[in-house]
């Protein structure tokens, strides 16, 4: 029995969330909407941003729960990788509502989390099963073999998949968030209209900085040409680019699942989101024969709830850690 409370600040979301048994109770985010003036997040405004809000997102989480915190029996965090300022925020005030209550800390690797998020709700994966873990600032392919027993077997080499749509969005003059306006336009476009060179990168491992490139060479060449090109094509810009970012990705995603024969097959991070990569991945489902795991909208992104989930498993094996734990914006997985 055990109620946890979990707390992420590993970037720009303020995230508190209570697990209850396994169970999510409250799931609350406060994002920051302040980053969307300088076209990406600015970590000093970050860091404030989270002193700010996570006094009155914990006491929402909480009142969602219907907690109160004398009945909290762990308080987990993450520990990193992420924004040190803003890992500051979330670890000091975890030591201290910890050290308050005399309860227990629970440090949490973010992307441990990411993929732990897929037992929150059903169906679960069995094990092993793979993980295609990709955001702005991770791609990565996980064999995970238990809750905390896993393996890289394939990451980029350079940028992030998440990296490179929001690279895009930039250049075509979208606002910040990029990643979910080029999705949004995608839909409405022709994915073959544009073809973009495939990064030819050894086993299962990837690249992006390539891919980056090009396309910032070919809107600039066809601007050159048409200085409305991008109003007059955007949905097909976009489509062609997110198609060709989920080619990338599932390529090296099936040859991964052939090499070690798993048909047990998830997606995690906040690209995960992407309707496109959703799609895809359901359609290999079916054309081979894979079980695939997709997470609710809500816990693609970052949020509190999978880093409770993992201090609940962490919680059961009693892995605990002293005050002396401090943050780190590079963790080793």
């Known amino acids: 029995m055990s109620i946890i409370l979990a707390i992420e600040s590993s970037c720009d979301e303020t995230s508190v969330a209570v697990c209850n048994n396994g169970k999510i109770t409250a799931n609350v985010i406060a994002n920051q909407t302040i980053h969307e003036n300088y076209g990406g997040v600015i970590p000093e405004l970050a860091s404030r941003v989270h002193q700010q809000n996570i006094v009155p997102v914990i006491q929402q989480a909480l009142t969602d729960a219907k907690v109160n915190k004398k009945e909290l029996n762990a308080v987990a965090f993450t520990r990193g990788p992420g924004l040190l300022g803003s890992l500051l925020v979330g670890v000091s005030f975890a030591k201290s509502f910890a050290l308050a209550l005399d309860l227990p800390l629970i440090a949490v690797n973010h992307m441990h989390a990411h993929i732990l998020a897929h037992f929150i709700d059903d169906p679960k994966p069995s094990f092993p099963f793979l993980c295609l873990t990709v955001s702005g600032g991770h791609t990565q392919i996980v064999l995970v073999k238990d809750y905390f027993d896993m393996e890289i077997v394939g990451e980029t080499l350079d940028d992030a998949a998440g990296e490179a749509f929001d ?69 097909d810009i976009c489509a062609s680019v997110q198609h060709s970012i989920v080619q990338i990705l599932l390529a090296k995603l099936k040859k991964a699942a052939q090499q070690y024969g798993i048909k047990e097959i998830a997606i995690a991070g906040g690209v995960s989101a992407n309707s496109g990569l959703r799609a895809a991945l359901k359609g290999m489902e079916a054309e081979l024969g894979w079980r695939t795991y997709i997470p609710a909208f809500q816990y693609c992104t970052d949020n509190a709830a999978m880093i409770a989930i993992a201090g609940h498993y962490k919680f059961i094996e009693k892995d605990f850690v002293g005050q002396d734990v401090a943050p780190t914006s590079r963790m080793v997985f």
């Open 167 to 235: 690279k895009t969005a930039k250049i075509l003059n979208l606002p910040y968030p990029g990643g979910p306006l080029i999705d949004k336009h995608a839909q409405l476009g022709n994915p073959l209209a544009y073809k973009f060179p495939v990064p030819q990168i050894k086993d299962l491992d990837y690249s992006f900085s390539g891919f980056k490139t090009a396309i910032l060479y070919f809107v600039r060449d066809n601007v050159k040409a048409n200085p409305d090109f991008i109003a007059q094509h955007l949905e």
